[in-house]
């Protein structure tokens, strides 16, 4: 059974890497903001449809993250790296095959999903410069699988802050025109982001050339395409891929929503997104170290601790969420001035930011007894259970945001439904199926 201690070792690399990794969201969203509503619309329409590509790619990536961690767990070191490689080699090939598909659909794609030209405009700019950031991200979240797997996650905070400082940089220069760099706008945000990530991917390679030992974990090998390595990955993998796809695919649906409502509801509901993705990364941080303890825990035996690990790291979770959540109550203009000088927008966002704030706080349970069916290797099971609930959250949202067309703040009561399904449903699998047994 895994400590307090042992839980926050593996725990605050990955809270710190994903707070560095989300200060691109918070800063694309941040320097738009000061450019326009309408760009600020456009890198919520095209940062989320780039998501929902990326996420397949995710996907993939916890699918091998499990199957590392479980053959770190047993003492089984030299079959990791197979399945990081074979793993990698799958990611480039979806990188280029999607951004190359992408390309060519982007326009017809963007169209039929924002009413608005002057969005459509600068949304088909910022996506067609961002798409390219898929060669580079695909693999960055297998390094990423290959350091949680083996619970090694400082390194994750450094590559983020490398992706982070670039970032920052490049966003003010080529957005603005500043540091002797052109102006561009929307498409200075998405080269900021592409250029980002492939630093990450820079420092990944070096640091694992330099510090890791490549033989221990079987990188010293010869490497071709292993088809039944891939296909053991993607036995686990085709469910997350699955389920991480519709997760995001819901996000777009709910955006789709709020643009019928107009520009400014666009711009209020992006704003409070990116508040809330900076809410959640305790929360996703401690859901990531579940999912892979849990592995761990059963590939050494531990079967019968994974309920109580859960229920340690989900009173973690719990605690630190009230802190956030009172602070952003306590100070909403101070956060939300981040992203905007603009008094009224600022105000209007007020509400949704408390109804989000609501919904974090069930969050911060609901994803840690989740990702603990996802740690047991039943990712079949997570899938089901995810697509139930995304089939009440998509009908919730084109109820009230598409025909009722209620304000910002009454939409965002979909979070609350969606992690409060999410729960009752994660707690009840835990309780009552048969997931102690699943051999991968």
């Known amino acids: 059974m895994y400590s307090n201690k042992e839980i926050w070792r593996v725990t605050y690399p990955i809270l710190l890497g994903l707070l560095a990794q989300n200060i691109i969201n918070v800063t694309d969203t941040a320097f738009l903001g000061h450019v326009g509503e309408v760009a600020l619309g456009a890198a919520a329409m095209g940062g989320l449809l780039y998501i929902c590509v990326y996420t397949v790619a995710f996907g993939f990536s916890i699918g091998s993250q499990i199957l590392i961690a479980r053959r770190n767990g047993e003492g089984n070191y030299r079959e990791v790296g197979p399945v990081m490689m074979q793993g990698?080699?799958?990611?480039?090939l979806m990188a280029v095959v999607l951004a190359a598909a992408m390309y060519i659909f982007a326009g017809p794609l963007i169209r039929m999903l924002i009413t608005s030209d002057t969005i459509y405009e600068a949304t088909y700019q910022f996506f067609t410069w961002r798409i390219w950031g898929f060669i580079f991200a695909f693999l960055n979240v297998m390094f990423r699988a290959f350091y949680i797997g083996i619970t090694n996650t400082k390194v994750l905070t450094l590559s983020s802050v490398v992706m982070a400082l670039v970032n920052v940089v490049l966003d003010y220069g080529l957005v603005f025109g500043e540091l002797g760099l052109p102006e561009m706008g929307v498409r200075g945000a998405a080269l900021a982001s592409v250029i980002a990530e492939a630093s990450s991917l820079m420092f990944f390679l070096i640091y694992t050339y330099t510090k890791i030992n490549l033989r221990k974990y079987g990188f010293t090998r010869s490497f071709s395409v292993d088809f039944s390595m891939v296909g053991k990955i993607m036995s686990i993998s085709s469910f997350t891929m699955v389920q991480y796809f519709l997760s995001m695919a819901i996000w777009f649906v709910f955006f789709m929503a709020l643009e019928r409502l107009g520009q400014r509801e666009l711009a209020i509901a992006n704003i409070v997104r990116s508040v809330y993705i900076v809410l959640l990364i305790p929360v996703q941080a401690l859901a990531t170290t579940a999912n892979?303890?849990?592995s761990n825990l059963i590939g050494a035996g531990g079967t019968d601790k994974v309920v109580a690990l859960l229920h340690r790291i989900a009173r973690v979770s719990f605690l630190i969420m009230v802190v956030c959540?009172?602070?952003?109550?306590?100070?909403?203009?101070?956060?939300?001035?981040?992203?905007?000088?603009?008094?009224?927008?600022?105000?209007?966002?007020?509400?949704?930011l408390y109804v989000v704030c609501?919904?974090?706080?069930?969050?911060?349970?609901?994803?840690?007894?989740?990702?603990?069916?996802?740690?047991?290797?039943?990712?079949?099971?997570?899938?089901?259970?995810?697509?139930?609930?995304l089939i009440f959250y998509a009908f919730y949202v084109v109820i009230v945001g598409m025909v009722l067309?209620?304000?910002?703040?009454?939409?965002?009561?979909?979070?609350?439904?969606y992690y409060s399904l999410m729960l009752f449903f994660s707690i009840i699998y835990l309780k009552k199926a048969k997931w102690q047994n699943k051999k991968i």
């Open 292 to 294: 892979t303890l849990v």
């Open 405 to 417: 067309r209620q304000p910002v703040e009454i939409c965002f009561t979909t979070e609350v439904v």
């Open 88 to 92: 990698c080699m799958f990611s480039f």
């Open 325 to 352: 959540v009172i602070l952003t109550v306590l100070f909403p203009d101070i956060i939300l001035s981040v992203y905007s000088g603009d008094p009224t927008l600022i105000s209007e966002s007020a509400p949704a």
């Open 358 to 389: 609501g919904a974090m706080m069930i969050a911060s349970l609901a994803n840690i007894y989740f990702n603990g069916i996802s740690g047991t290797g039943n990712t079949q099971a997570a899938l089901v259970l995810e697509t139930g609930v």
